[in-house]
């Protein structure tokens, strides 16, 4: 990390964390979301791995100039939306051949991603800029918690009622979060490249 101010070393060895434990969610809740039929659980598996090339990008972004950090959130916005494609075509198959989710499982998964996304999101508030990978990494951290709490919800209505169709709901939910997230920070990759060409 030569050559990087204090504040950059410090992003970097945050961006380094969240990326860990977003790696880490990515093979437990694939897992878990395999073993346990689940399309909302594969689902978010899919978002936290998608999210943890994004942390990489943005890792790799640290301390770069305004055009090669614009790049990298361009790219983590593209992925996002892939993600999100990729998730309503599961979705779809699962609708169209049938499943068989596990309520009690999504819940467990569901706590315990949601407890490591709160504290990526601490970690990322913790770093003072105005960076847009930054602003997309705390994106990223937001829409999972909120994904967490979908899937929460979708395993107590699976237990309760017997049936797929909560799961496979929160799975589109997901990937519609995905969408929203992707969008705004290709939006504010633009945003932030006008703003400099206004300044030139």
Do not use: H
Not at 23 to 37: H, N, R, S, V
Not at 41 to 69: E, H, M, Q, T
Not at 181 to 190: D, Q
């Amino acid at each position: 990390m030569s050559g990087l101010d204090q504040r950059d070393r410090e992003q970097k060895r945050i961006l380094l964390a969240v990326l860990i434990l977003n790696a880490l969610l990515f093979i437990g809740l694939g897992i878990g979301g395999w073993l346990a039929d689940s399309s909302a659980l594969l689902a978010n598996a899919l978002d936290n791995a998608s999210d943890s090339v994004v942390y990489l990008i943005s890792f790799l972004a640290v301390g770069k100039p305004g055009r090669w950090k614009r790049g990298a959130a361009r790219t983590s916005g593209v992925i996002l939306l892939i993600f999100a494609a990729g998730v309503l075509l599961d979705v779809a198959r699962r609708w169209w051949l049938g499943a068989e989710p596990l309520g009690w499982t999504m819940m467990a998964l569901a706590l315990v991603a949601a407890v490591v996304n709160l504290i990526c999101l601490v970690l990322l508030r913790r770093i003072s800029s105005e960076d847009v990978n930054i602003e997309a990494a705390e994106t990223f951290s937001l829409n999972d918690f909120a994904s967490n709490g979908g899937i929460l919800v979708a395993g107590g209505l699976v237990m309760a009622l017997g049936q797929a169709w909560p799961d496979l709901i929160v799975g589109a939910i997901v990937a519609g979060i995905a969408v929203k997230g992707g969008l705004e920070i290709l939006r504010s990759a633009k945003a932030d490249s006008d703003e400099e060409k206004g300044r030139a």
